[in-house]
């Protein structure tokens, strides 16, 4: 049975915040501030900020209008092919189910070819689902998000879960997530961590792979 890497695509395996930094400028005349909360990240020139209905309207009208402005996280594309030589890949992308097929063009575009699973809210019982899906493998979870890792801690305590934020602007400004296992922001000592996990043959709540570097 191969293990299995259940991984986030936006700030993980594409940028995503500068480039809708850019576009929130460009036709919205707002303001973004680097925040883990992008309601308040966001400013009117009139000072005022957008409410979180509004915030989430601007994100539709970038996905998928303008995902094409994303860019690839460097090394993500060599990692996930080294990885996938020895495990199963899904990404899980928070995203409404209509921009499945355009997150599946987009990251082939990049060279990046595996199983696309699109959720809205927490991402815990969508992981549960898929490691049992796959048997129940050693499954290591990379996203950015606190409130993913601490979903996927309570509903799948078996999964190692590891925090990227590939965005170092971003990466600077948000903690470290208290239910991640580890924190690690770059893809070439990320896969180490990821291999070492899958080598191991045991899952998370064996008490293996809490180290967090």
């Given amino acids: 049975m191969k293990p299995l890497l259940i991984c986030d695509c936006d700030e993980v395996l594409l940028h995503m915040v500068r480039h809708f930094r850019t576009w ?62 020895a495990a199963d890949i899904v990404i899980l992308t928070n995203l409404q189910d209509h ?61 190692h879960r590891l925090q990227m934020i590939a965005e170092p602007e971003m990466a600077a400004v948000v903690p470290a997530a208290a239910h991640a296992h580890a924190r690690i922001d770059d893809w070439q000592d990320a896969a180490d961590w990821i291999a070492a996990r899958f080598a191991s043959g045991l899952p998370a709540d064996a008490g293996h792979g809490t180290s967090a570097s």
């Fill in 99 to 159: 921009c499945r097929t355009h997150r599946i063009d987009q990251l082939a575009e990049h060279g990046i070819d595996h199983r696309v699973e699109c959720n809205q809210g927490g991402k815990g019982e969508p992981v549960a689902r898929l490691v049992a899906e796959h048997g129940n493998p050693v499954t290591v979870f990379v996203d950015d998000l606190a409130v993913h890792h601490e979903s996927v801690a309570r509903a799948a305590p078996c999964v």
């Fill in 24 to 85: 929130l400028d460009e036709v919205h005349a707002i303001e973004f501030a680097y925040s883990h909360d992008f309601a308040s990240a966001m400013t009117r020139a009139d000072g005022t900020r957008p409410s979180q209905d509004e915030m989430w309207g601007y994100l539709g009208g970038f996905f998928p209008a303008e995902m094409h402005r994303q860019t690839l996280v460097p090394h993500a594309r060599e990692a996930l092919a080294t990885l996938a030589e």
